[in-house]
């Protein structure tokens, strides 16, 4: 085509894609070329689209539009046939990975930065996403970054931007650009895997809710199942427009940033159900009334009851969780005498196990769940299969948990993040502590005896890739755990993470406050990690 554009470029530093693709500050991806080069990257380490269909959308945060502008054009210039785009630049990150799959699409480009604040100063992402509709595998993200370092052009169009506002077709150098409701192919998939009548009838029975969609994505599909389809009061869904800056909140729906559904939920008049959703709609919050359950123990009483909802009635093959969410699923996959696999933190280990047929529902302790519906974990369908088991069981969130540690004991979880601290001072800690780590099998701290410590490794069942130094886990021998990991999502300085469990079989002693049940594991890990001496720090930044 005579219209495309050759363009010289020169590398530029820091492309490197993380756990959830590539995340920085806005003004980084504003520089120049800066959108561009990473997105030549990616086309650079692909092969056979010509002519093939990708799907581009975003979670609506600032810079959305500009940079699927931008990849429209590249998309085209470099021989994609099809590029197809969510109305107005939406598509939450399961909305996407649900196209892909459902138009046999070669690809995605999902622009999100999750639940990271967005606005001209909060951040902004790209990902790729592959065939199957999962992110990238580190195979493809290791080549997109070798090829930023050494990227000297980009193709693209010298065309004007394009309406995305509005539905149809339009040529683009030689490609067709559509532009389709975000909503509806999702929402058909919902309807065949939930008992909407079963769902409509709770509603009907005055059962009531409450979900914020934060002002992010997924607020326009919030509305149109659950006070479309379902039959929920209207004001069921709030926060459902998606905001560029998300009207200025920090959309992660945990217990800070999501704190008044907590206060709600345990206030007089509660709804029957809280919950929530990130920013690109991937994650979920559940909190009952009078009761939040942890997002290790919503994989465990989603994987326990799933079968209730038609599209699992026929079981699962298997349950997936990264290594520092909680055993919770574990023993729920021991009692179905189904695999339990434990993979390293991020969504892309869950692929080959749902491709595999291996793994049905996949969880992570960051309030990820999902199944192999999509190849993300999924914000909506979460809500969606709570809906369909308290339709089908008829007790209350609070009955339901209760029930479930009753069953399979409780397994006391949370994790204490420490934000932006000193890159060099979170190395040091980890290198100090990975150095001890052969030291500590048969040490006594109080009660609690060291029984193994190691540096998580995963070897993929699948395609038999390894990948090594995972997080540092100190297992003890009541079946409590500390495990020290360093974010790969945050974009400024390091965040460490620090996840801690204990294992409580006795019901009598399940209604303890967590920091309390946990509270010798807690101090036993800053002395571990010299975390204070390492940081300057005396507290977590956030403790979920
Ligand atoms: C975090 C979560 C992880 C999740 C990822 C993307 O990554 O911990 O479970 O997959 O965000 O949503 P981290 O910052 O810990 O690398
Ligand atoms: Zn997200």
């Known amino acids: 085509m005579s219209m495309i554009k050759t363009v010289a470029t020169t590398p530029i530093a820091g492309q490197k894609p993380g756990t959830s693709g590539l995340r920085k500050k806005v003004p980084v991806f504003q520089a120049p070329h800066y959108v561009e080069n990473f997105v030549q990257a990616i086309f650079d380490s692909l092969e056979g689209f010509a002519g093939k269909t990708l799907v581009v959308g975003g979670d609506g945060r600032y810079f ?26 939406i598509l939450s990150t399961p909305a996407a990975s649900n196209l892909i799959r459902s138009l046999g699409a070669f690809g995605g480009i999902v622009l999100s930065a999750s639940h990271n604040p967005g606005g001209p100063d909060g951040d902004f992402g790209i990902k790729y996403n592959i065939g199957n509709g999962g992110p ?13 370092t050494t990227i000297d052009r980009y193709l693209t169009l010298a065309t004007p931007d394009l309406d995305l506002d509005r539905i149809g077709e339009v040529a683009l150098g030689g490609a067709t650009v559509s532009v389709v409701d975000p909503v509806a192919a999702y929402r058909d998939l919902m309807a065949r895997l939930f008992d909407f009548d079963a769902i409509r009838a709770l509603f009907a029975s005055g059962f009531t809710m409450r979900f914020d969609a934060m002002s992010a994505v997924t607020g326009p ?32 729906p945990n217990l800070v940033h999501a704190k008044h559904l907590l206060d709600l939920a345990f206030s007089a008049g509660a709804p029957d159900l809280c919950a929530a959703s990130d920013g690109d709609g991937d994650r979920n919050l559940i909190i009952g009334r009078n009761r939040f359950v942890t997002p290790s123990d919503r994989l465990a009483l989603l994987a326990a009851n799933a079968h209730l909802a038609p599209g699992y009635k026929a079981g699962l093959a298997g349950i997936a969780r990264s290594m520092p969410t909680s055993g919770a699923a574990d023993r729920v996959a021991a009692k179905l005498g189904i695999g339990c696999y434990e993979t390293p933190t991020g969504w892309k280990y869950f692929g080959n196990l749902l491709d595999a047929g291996l793994a049905t529902i996949c969880g992570e302790e960051s309030a990820g769940t999902g199944s192999d519906h999509v190849r993300e974990k999924d914000g909506l369908w979460a809500v969606l299969l709570w809906l369909n088991i308290l339709a089908v069981r008829r007790q209350g969130v609070d009955e339901i948990v209760r029930e479930h540690w009753a069953t399979y004991g409780r397994n006391y979880y949370s994790r204490h993040d420490y934000e932006e601290v000193a890159s060099d001072g979170a190395n040091a800690m980890m290198a100090d502590l990975r150095a001890a780590l052969p ?27 390894d990948s090594r130094n995972q997080g540092l886990r100190i297992l003890f021998a009541d079946g409590s755990r500390i495990v020290f990991r360093l974010s790969g999502t945050g974009t400024a300085g390091a965040t460490i993470r620090i996840y801690i469990e204990r294992f409580e079989p006795d019901p009598a002693r399940h209604e303890q406050e967590t920091q309390a049940a946990l509270a010798d594991l807690v101090s036993l890990a800053g002395e571990l990690s010299a975390i204070r001496r390492h940081t300057g720090r005396d507290a977590p930044t956030v403790i979920t």
């Open 221 to 252: 599909y919030a509305k149109a199942i659950l006070e479309g389809d379902l039959g929920a009061a209207p004001g069921t869904v709030i926060n459902g427009e998606p905001l560029p800056d998300f009207g200025g909140h920090h959309p992660d």
């Open 136 to 148: 990238a595998p580190e195979k493809i993200t290791d080549a997109v970054f070798a090829r930023t």
């Open 439 to 465: 030291s500590l099998p048969g040490r006594r701290f109080g009660d609690l005896v060291v029984a193994s410590a190691d540096d998580f490794a995963y070897h993929d069942p699948v395609d038999h890739s």
């Open 64 to 89: 959305n539009r500009e940079a699927i502008q931008i990849v429209l054009r590249m998309a085209a210039a470099n021989g994609f046939g099809r590029v197809v785009v969510g109305r107005g630049g």
